[in-house]
């Protein structure tokens, strides 16, 4: 996933997307399955990095899961699970951490769950707190208990527990233990959060039981031993409202989302927006038994300020989305109650307002509300630059933004966060007709500059593709001597390159079916390929692919010779790179002194497109310098 995006503006979105399965059924999916005693079988999981990291974590405790295409396998069973060897990593998921944490204190022995950096920073006593009063020891940093987490887990026994934050994480975390517990466990919820946790015990045979009271809500449950059971997971409705606000805001825009979870605790954005004003048609099934879904069908429409509670959308996921469609609103909208959003995977609520006024339209943070003013009256939406600063939603909600804010260019960075949640994003966002591009950074130089390494460098760092198009000159110069074909023979040369067939790889260079990534180091190629690529049809024909290569990709890192000056003049960054003779000698350790610098002279005296420098091209002289170092400096360029 790319590090930075760019999205277009300007024009109508259209079609229909189905969204990844719901995370929050995903993961209880997997944690419930893992407990059944025998196999569940669970399809439409959600294929992002958070439910990837709980699918690994239950296989350490001892649980199989097998995966195929779309379609997960979970055996288990009290007997099976156990307590890790090592630790649990859960990535950035704050559900995978704390359901874990709930799950492993029913086991005997010790675990540790350790997360990346935002999830290391995030507070986990509300976990802690209800698993210590049933008999575990947890533990993390602080007075907030921030992870790594380590639960000592076993004989365990019920409690009777009010979370002071309503908290659908903390109540699923309580279920779950208590199912390992003496006695009936309690939990009491002043306010309603989802209800997937209650619902997959029920379906797997769990002694549970659930009473309303008002606004809230009772569960109890009692040691049980579960049944698997077979599932199909809902389209996730908090990544579904991306594209429900992306077809509310974007002018003459017709979205439908189909399939998307539509229990009653989730749907809250729906209500929301629908007292904006918007345009939607919501069309419920109930036929997948535990799991309610709909198809929603979104289209412009003049939308006006309003009051969200944050009782509408307990987990406040949907805020960021609905905070772009506020700006693009009438008026002023109030979103109340909204200090959760300071401990997400980022501070959304500063997060959301930095957003709104990136876009054109104005916003405040007044306590814990977030007001925001729309543009509707008297102000324009603009193209903007946004950091999303890694967190995935903000980045999803820049995007639409960036779909909203009219023609123009938008820059989201931090976009890679999305990995975690919705991989497919941009692809569904150029499906439904957006445009989102990557950088393009064309890095020239002569042979032993260093341009292979800083690029394939680079490319890993940017989390975008890379192209090296010297294989491709020297696959058709590998191919001209395989065939017997005269190297400066233009004509035929040039007809070869025509009707080859090239994957430039990475990792492999194929030419016509033949694996050549060896071949084209050698010798003969090293001596045949200047000529080969100082003939102006084979420049043609392959300088065509490269822009192919780039409009597939949506941009990326290419390397070559005359990638600034005449593939790519418009290149986002174009940098060139020298080094000393010597050094570039030594780099090129597998090819003759002479055999270079001859190569070079070829390269830079030809007619066609010669070895050049762009009058914009950064020049680097990488002689004596670490990669590192010259890969921070090119980053430079780009932030
Ligand atoms: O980068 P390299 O040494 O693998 O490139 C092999 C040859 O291909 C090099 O001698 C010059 C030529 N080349 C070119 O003319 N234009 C490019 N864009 C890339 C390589």
Request: charged residues 25%; proline residues 5%; glycine residues 12%.
């Amino acid at each position: 996933m790319p590090v930075t995006v760019m999205v277009a503006g300007g024009a109508p979105l259209g079609g229909e997307v189905r969204v990844p399965g719901d995370k929050s059924i995903s993961h209880r999916a997997l944690l419930i399955g893992a407990l059944g005693e025998g196999t569940s079988v669970v399809r439409g999981l959600s294929d992002g990095d958070d439910v990837r990291r709980t699918r690994e974590a239950l296989a350490a405790c001892g649980a199989e899961v097998h995966h195929d295409g779309d379609v997960v396998t979970v055996t288990g069973g009290r007997g099976v699970l156990h307590a890790p060897g090592a630790p649990l990593d859960c990535g950035n998921s704050g559900t995978g951490m704390r359901l874990l944490a709930g799950l492993v204190a029913g086991l005997d022995g010790e675990t540790v769950l350790v997360g990346d950096a935002s999830l290391s920073s995030r507070p986990m006593d509300r976990v802690a707190a209800p698993l210590t009063a049933m008999g575990a020891t947890v533990t993390g940093r602080g007075a907030r208990c921030r992870p790594p987490l380590t639960v000592r887990g076993g004989e365990l026994r019920g409690v009777e527990w009010t979370p002071e934050v309503a908290s659908a994480q903390v109540k699923s975390a309580v279920l779950l233990a208590g199912l390992a517990a003496s006695g009936v466990t309690v939990v009491h919820e002043p306010v309603r959060t989802r209800t997937h946790t209650e619902e997959l015990l029920a379906l797997a045979g769990a002694d549970i039981d659930v009473v309303d009271d008002g606004a809230g809500r009772t569960v109890r449950v009692r040691a049980s031993s579960l049944r698997p059971f077979d599932l199909i997971v809902p389209g996730d409705p908090s990544q579904a409202a991306f594209w429900v606000v992306a077809g509310c805001v974007v002018p003459k825009s017709a979205i439908r989302v189909r399939g998307i979870y539509a229990g009653e605790t989730r749907a809250g954005f729906l209500g929301v927006l629908a007292r904006m004003g918007a345009s939607l048609d919501v069309a419920t099934r109930t036929e997948d038994g535990v799991a309610p879904s709909a198809d929603v069908a979104a289209r412009p429409a003049l939308l006006t300020g309003t009051v969200v509670h944050a009782s509408e959308i307990p987990s406040l996921d949907e805020v960021p989305a609905l905070a772009v469609a506020a700006a693009c609103a009438e008026g002023t909208t109030r979103f109340v109650g909204m200090g959760e959003l300071r401990v997400k995977e980022s501070d959304r609520l500063e997060g959301a307002a930095r957003l709104v006024g990136a876009m054109g339209a104005a916003a405040r943070v007044e306590g814990d509300d977030l007001v925001v003013e729309g543009v509707r009256r008297g102000g324009r939406l603009r193209h903007f630059r946004f950091d999303s600063g890694g967190d995935h939603r903000m980045a999803m909600a820049a995007a639409v933004a960036a779909l909203a804010a009219g023609p123009g260019e938008s820059r989201v960075d931090g976009f890679s966060g999305v990995a975690t949640s919705y991989p497919a994003f941009l692809q569904h966002l150029r499906h439904l007709g957006g445009s989102a591009r990557v950088q393009l950074v064309a890095i020239d130089g002569p042979a032993g500059s260093g341009k292979s390494t800083v690029s394939r460098e680079l490319a890993a760092r940017l989390g975008v593709a890379r192209l090296d198009t010297g294989a491709m000159y020297r696959a058709v110069a590998w191919a001209a001597l395989e065939r017997g074909v005269d190297p400066s023979d233009a004509a035929a040369v040039a007809e070869l390159a025509r009707d080859a067939v090239i994957d430039p790889g990475p990792p492999d260079v194929v030419i016509d079916g033949v694996d050549v990534t060896g071949a084209i180091r050698g010798a003969g190629v090293n001596a045949a390929v200047s000529t080969v690529a100082a003939n102006p049809a084979v420049r043609a024909v392959l300088v065509e692919r490269q822009r192919a290569w780039a409009a597939a990709h949506g941009g990326g890192v290419v390397e070559g010779r005359d990638i600034g000056t005449v593939v790519f003049p418009t290149a986002d960054l174009k940098v060139f790179l020298t080094a000393a003779p010597e050094e570039r000698v030594r780099r090129r350790h597998d090819e003759a002194a002479d055999g270079i610098s001859r190569r070079d002279e070829l390269d830079a005296t030809r007619a066609a497109s010669p070895l050049a420098r762009a009058d914009d091209a950064k020049l680097v002289d990488t002689t004596g310098r670490s990669v590192e170092d010259v890969i921070e400096e090119v980053l430079s360029w780009l932030r």
